[in-house]
């Protein structure tokens, strides 16, 4: 194995994500994931050659799933020794103002990833614990964070400033700093490439559909605008969260509810969204009911493009015109024709058509699903976050 790899690692709460990437082919080399971390019974799936290779066991904590890793790689391959390993790459979600860029790891800044965890406190605390691991684990490569909210650090403050007391936004860092951004940075660049035009020449809206979901607003390759903001909680309808939602419910629920915040916070990511319309978070299950009559479905699948309506209306004022594409991507955007014939049908009024066959058309590559006559190109390209963090990394280290 001649080519350069790196190694991404993506640590969540209880999970840790990974893969062996060849940035400059693509080739997902290795992949896996331990799960349950802190559980009565953990589980670590590594997959290799075409094999998937199973273990459940109890998981202590992320150094120990990290080492059972090392040891599957041992057991399993590819024998990472020889593997040209040059960097480690890590996803970490909140960077919040500090970080617009991929940066080396050093203790500084994973000191400053800790102090971000009040603006992420789902996300950056297992970042943290996944950091301090890999580092020991792997200590003769360079380890770089590459930042779920960096794509967003080129919006301007019409688009990032909340209308707070100032005071009170800078003091609590209070902000929209936009997530996803690795996933709409990817998808932008090959909507480019795939429509034939520099980067720099293209407004675009791309729309990131799948169990979280986001949309963003690209100038001239740039990312002007997006819908989630301080946290992954704001805009579009997702599978268990409420996006976008009147201030006034959390006072009216707290007061007349007797809900605590931490309770209303709970319901806002994690049991809303489709889940609290329909009973169901996942797009498949929705579109099953949707089949059998079920009301409450077909009204959550309404309010879901709903939504995303009023984000693609918005953001074609945002960039002055209509865009020269809009881009699906994701779980649901990827592989549900019948979201994307329902959004787009309803932006028949700006000339955007679909071409209903090439909609239908199921594919891992990047593609124009609209009609020859649309205003605006329709592309679905499918979104890989591990390589575009891979190829920031390999960038970073060179
Ligand atoms: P993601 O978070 O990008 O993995 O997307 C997860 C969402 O994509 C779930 O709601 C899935 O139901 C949905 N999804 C995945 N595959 C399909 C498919 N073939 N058809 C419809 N929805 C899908």
Known sequence: MSNQTVLVINAGSSTVKYQLISPTDGTAIASGIVEKIGEDLGIIEHKFGGHAYTETLKIDDHGHGLRKVLELFEQYGPNLAEANVVAVGHRIVQGGSVFPKPTLVTDEVVEQIREL???????????????EVARELFPDVPHVVVFDTSFFQTMPAESYTYALPKAVAEKFSIRRYGFHGTSHQFVSNLAAQTIGKPLEETDQ?????????SVSAIKNGKAVDTSMGLTPLEGLVMGTRTGDIDPAVVFHLYREGGYSIDEIDTMFNKQSGLKGLCGHNDFREVLGLIEEGNEDAKVALDV?????LKYVGSY???????????????????NNAMVRADLIGRLAGFGIKLDPEL????????RIISAPDSTVKVLVVPTNEELEISRQTLEFVK
């Open 117 to 131: 965890i009040p603006l992420a406190p789902l996300h950056n605390p297992g970042h943290v614990k996944g950091l």
């Open 205 to 213: 809206i791309v729309l990131h559909i799948g169990s979280g979901a």
């Open 304 to 308: 879901f493009v709903h939504r995303l």
């Open 316 to 334: 074609m004022g945002v960039l002055g015109g209509l865009p020269d594409t809009i881009t699906f991507t994701a779980g649901v955007g990827e």
């Open 359 to 366: 909609n239908e058309v199921r594919s891992k590559e990047p």
